[in-house]
């Protein structure tokens, strides 16, 4: 299992939630499909990107308290 950096991560997951945001969109704007699907894969993509910029902003503020303490 690979290790990777915490912002890495949170950048990544931002990246993906914003593209799976993107394909539902495109879903809705197609009425032939599935609009209720795609509505709730939307909603499930925001808060997937919700989440890693809270993970990329905890990282910030501990990145932060770190180098309060070392000064």
Do not use: C, F, Y
């Given at each position: 299992?690979?290790?990777t950096?915490?912002?890495?991560?949170?950048?990544?997951?931002?990246?993906?939630?914003?593209?799976?945001m993107?394909?539902?969109?495109?879903?809705i704007?197609h009425?032939a499909?599935?609009?209720?699907r795609?509505?709730?894969?939307?909603?499930?993509?925001?808060?997937?990107?919700?989440?890693?910029?809270?993970?990329?902003?905890?990282a910030?503020q501990?990145i932060g308290s770190?180098?309060?303490?070392?000064?």
């Amino acid at each position: 299992m690979a290790i990777t950096p915490i912002n890495g991560s949170a950048l990544q997951g931002i990246s993906r939630g914003l593209q799976g945001m993107r394909r539902s969109a495109a879903e809705i704007a197609h009425p032939a499909k599935d609009s209720v699907r795609a509505l709730v894969e939307l909603h499930q993509h925001a808060q997937h990107t919700s989440a890693s910029v809270k993970v990329l902003q905890t990282a910030d503020q501990v990145i932060g308290s770190l180098l309060d303490v070392k000064a």
